[in-house]
């Protein structure tokens, strides 16, 4: 299966949300990397066909989407960044309900709404209204509903929103297991989640495709730029303010620093390896200053 985006952009007025974007994406997890308002959330429900776009094309096998329709939409399974809920249903009646959104037979919806809630941790939950779940627990049903069709494009708008770091360790783990037969397909500014189960990752700035590579190489534009520095407790505002500072740990009488700069900062500077959230940060230090 092969999802090709061929140069699309999306205009609003005089505001360009999607600026010429391609890309072509086969089975695995994808992760779209941004900072907010980089225009993922525009991409992904044009992707999902709720959004057409202004210029260019979406295709699925060579076959645009558009001219899919309901043929596109019984292979996807999609969670918006804010999804709507019946706060009156019980988890096991809103799973029920998206079963039959999808046309599946009831004992085959039975089957999967029990399978999933299992999966996502809700099952012993299940007679309890939505309206009494945390925010945590209806992120987890708003994972599960996406998957009641066993999709084979899985599109997830920054899933783990309001989900704890055992939460989101376990949802890593699930859209690891679930990628060898499908395209996965998420968007989030979260860069743990991403940097150990994602094949792909497509960095999105103002619209744009900035940067694409796997998670071996992503990071190779910036080799050789990443610096291990050790600092005065009363210099540490002025380096901040000069570098981009991926981090930092106060020690007994000196503060460390991890640097990103195209040149040796300090004499005493140590090189390091580069990682993912040395180059987002990297490329998303405008948006901060």
Known sequence: MELLIDHITKQYGNKIAVNDFSAVITDGVYALLGANGAGKTTLLRMICDILRPSRGEISLDGIP???????????????????????????????????????????????????????????????????????????????????????????????????????????????????????????????????????????????????????????DPIQGMVWTCYIQPEDVDEVSAMYVVSSLRHMEDMVEMRIVSQAKPFENAIPADPNLEDLYLYYFREVEQ
């Open 65 to 219: 989407i558009k001219s899919l329709g309901e043929e596109y939409r019984q292979i996807l399974g999609y969670l918006p960044q804010s999804f709507g809920y019946y706060p009156n249903f019980t988890g096991w009646d809103f799973m029920m309900y998206f079963a039959a959104l999808k046309g599946l037979p009831r004992f085959t919806a039975q089957e999967r709404c029990r399978e999933l809630l299992e999966l996502t941790g809700l099952y012993s939950v299940r007679r309890k209204k939505l309206k009494t779940y945390s925010g945590g627990m209806r992120q987890r049903i708003g994972i599960a509903q996406a998957l009641i069709n066993d999709p084979k494009i899985l599109v997830l708008d920054e899933p783990t929103a309001g989900l704890d770091p055992k939460e989101r360790a376990k949802f890593r783990n699930i859209i690891s297991n679930l990628s060898a037969d499908r395209i996965v397909l998420l968007s989030t500014h979260i860069v743990s989640d991403v940097e150990y189960i994602a094949d792909q990752i497509m960095i999105m700035k103002n619209g744009a495709l900035a940067l694409q590579g796997d998670r071996d190489h992503i990071c």
